[in-house]
Structures are given as C-alpha cells and as structure tokens.
C-alpha cells in the first residue's frame, strides 16, 4: 500500500498524508534532476518565478540597491535561476540570494549551476532549526510546505527573517474525487520515481480551505494560483519588529 497511490483513497479517505522525511529524500534527488530538463517543469518554474517578481515589485522590494532573498528548502536552485532569468537587468544587480537546504546533493547541484554568480550563496541547513542567518527582505520557499508536518512552523521561521515580505508557493490536495483526475491531467509529464513523487506530494499537500485557516492563523494572506497551487503572502507592517527565533514551535 505504501509504493502503490492507486489504493490512497481507500486507505486514507482523503485525509493529509505526510512521508517522513527519509521516504521524501530517497531518489528525490536523482528524480528531479531527471525532471527539470522537462520543458513543463522548466515552465513551471518560470510561472512561479515570475510570481515572486511580480509581488516583490508589487511590494516595492525591488526599488532600493540591494534586496536580500533567502530561499527556504531551495533544491538545486532552479527558482532562484529563473528569477535572475526573469528579473530586469538592473534588478539582477540588486538582486542577492541565499538558499538554504538541508540535502548535500541538491545542494552540490546548486553549487555547480552557481559556481560563477558571486550573487548567490548556499547554506546546509534545517530550515526549522536555523543557526543565525541574517534578516532577508524577502523569504521564499516554492512547493515545499507540503513536506512539514506542522506546516506553521515553517511559516513562522520565515516571518521570523523576512524584513519585508514572505512568499509561500505549494500545491493543493484534491479532493478524493478529483485526485485521480488531478493526477491524469497534471502527472502526465512524469515517469518513474517522479510520477510517484508527484502523488505523494499531492497527498501531502494542505487543501484550498486547509491553507486559507494557516493563513488566517498565521498573519498571512492566501490566494489561488490556478491550476492546482495557492500562495500564503506575510507582507510587514510598518514599524512591526522582527522575530529572532530560528527555532519554531
């Protein structure tokens, strides 16, 4: 039951189902790597990077000489590379990024794709348990909220760097009478230990109404991002402090 998604509806009965973190790290690596060759993941992830820009602009991040960005659980980079890629030339000179992950070979993969932007640094690190990271303007973390079990407490780790604003960007769970559908229409680029990631994924995944009430909880906005994503947006208010715990409860 645990490797066939064919039989989660039954098991689970549409309920959030969470992978530990040794299941979400076995071939992950390999199979994205594999994945992001795909002309539809190379699409996706510019959409999602063209997000981000438009509400940092939105937001007025991109005005002054510099803007820091620390990328929560960045991978091997390709949000941050597609940014620079969409970004204007004169916000690519403001633009300085830090991603952080807790993974040595989506991380070495980064440092390839970066060995000559003097503009992006890469940290290993739990994103929950932080060492101190300076305050960013800006904290993005693209399709990974599904990963956390208390997805809060990622939430809180990035208000509690973000000087300006928080970007959340993660997939919805379908409803147990759509998720086969889901799966047909937007899984149907994947193969293999990908196709499976991708179900699993989406079995983790909050719901629509799920991530509307942790928005609600957590000082943050929620909007859809059609076809199957929803972004939760922490913008700061004028004169609110920042929180310096890296440790979230």
Known sequence: HELNPHLWHDATYG??????FEETQQGESDAYSEATE??????LDRISAQQYLERMRTHGCLAGPECRVV??????????AKIIEEATFRER?????????????ELRKARESFIAQSS??????NVLALGE???ADIVICNTSLHEFEAPHRLLRVARSL????????????????EFWTTVRVHGQHYRGRMFQLFCHSLKSSLSPKEMQVLALREDFTYEDCPPIYGMLTWVARKGQGQRRTRRAS
């Open 15 to 20: 309920r959030r189902v969470v992978e530990s």
């Open 38 to 43: 795909q002309p539809h993941l190379q699409a």
């Open 71 to 80: 990328d929560l659980c960045c991978g091997p980079g390709n949000i941050i």
């Open 93 to 105: 000179r403001t633009l300085r990024f830090l991603g952080i992950d807790v993974n040595d070979d």
């Open 120 to 125: 992006v640094a890469l940290e290993k690190g």
């Open 133 to 135: 990271v300076p305050p």
């Open 162 to 177: 973000a000087k300006k604003l928080v970007l959340v960007k993660d997939l919805h769970r379908p409803p147990v009478t």
